[in-house]
């Protein structure tokens, strides 16, 4: 079945860029929506944004000024890139899949719900 | 803040029946889904859609909506069901994903 791994450096110096992969492994990339959640110390879950197969992208309109979602479908890869980090961007940070497929009419996933996550990475911003 | 309210935290007794809900505008429109997480690990999918559940879910496990309120139901609660459970669903613009604080559910 399909599997996510993510992958990146576990410290960040504060007002650097915190970059991460997501790697698809048991399926294609293609046809998805594929989403990053990070979830701070002892709090809730927090969506950050997702990315269709085909390049499109929604923000969390907290955090759209400092992020950045990509995808390499040559790799079966998914990235994040969170710019501008301080202490508050620490957290676990999980990739998941949206199977809920692409609503012609919105452009938008026709389902909101994750099914699949990997087992999330911890990053910490500290000097 | 979220745009999703749940209680922060719901107990039940061994074997009896729990309700966690998740209130939103957002849910006059759209599913909820709902998430448990035990310590140290991923969410897992537990309810999707009007009222569906992934493979591998126990049954005592069913999703409802009325109004702006979704509701997870675990009928006959287990010891592992002790656990934190998230909602989620679209932000009231409809345009973006959002998720409810949690709660986390002790079972007596």
């Known amino acids: 079945q399909v599997q996510l791994q993510e992958s990146g450096p576990g410290l960040v110096k504060p007002s650097e860029t915190l970059s991460l992969t997501c790697t698809v492994s048991g399926g294609s990339i293609s046809s998805y929506y594929w989403s990053w959640i990070r979830q701070p110390p002892g709090k809730g879950l927090e969506w950050i944004g997702y990315?269709?197969?085909?390049?499109?992208?929604n923000y969390n309109p907290s955090l759209k000024s400092r992020v950045t979602i990509s995808v390499d479908t040559s790799k079966n890869q998914f990235s994040l890139k969170l710019s501008s980090v301080t202490a508050a961007d620490t957290a676990v940070y999980y990739c998941a899949r949206l199977p809920g497929g692409y609503d012609i009419l919105t452009g938008q996933p026709l389902d909101y719900y994750m099914d699949v996550w990997g087992k999330g990475t911890t990053v910490t911003v500290s000097s | 803040s979220s745009e999703l309210t749940q209680d922060p935290a719901v107990s039940v007794a061994l074997g009896q029946t729990v309700r966690i809900t998740c209130q939103g505008d957002s849910l006059r429109s759209y599913y909820a889904s709902w998430y448990q997480q035990k310590p140290g690990q991923a969410p897992v999918l537990v309810i999707y859609?009007?009222?569906n559940r992934p493979s591998g879910i126990p049954d005592r496990f069913s999703g409802s909506s009325s109004g702006n309120t979704a509701s997870l139901t675990i009928t006959g609660a287990q010891a592992e069901d002790e656990a934190d459970y998230y909602c989620?669903?679209?932000?009231?613009?409809?345009?973006?994903?959002?998720f409810g604080g949690g709660t986390k559910l002790t079972v007596l």
């Open positions: 859609g009007k009222n």
């Open positions: 990315i269709y197969y085909s390049g499109s992208t």
């Open positions: 989620n669903s679209r932000d009231s613009s409809g345009n973006h994903l959002a």
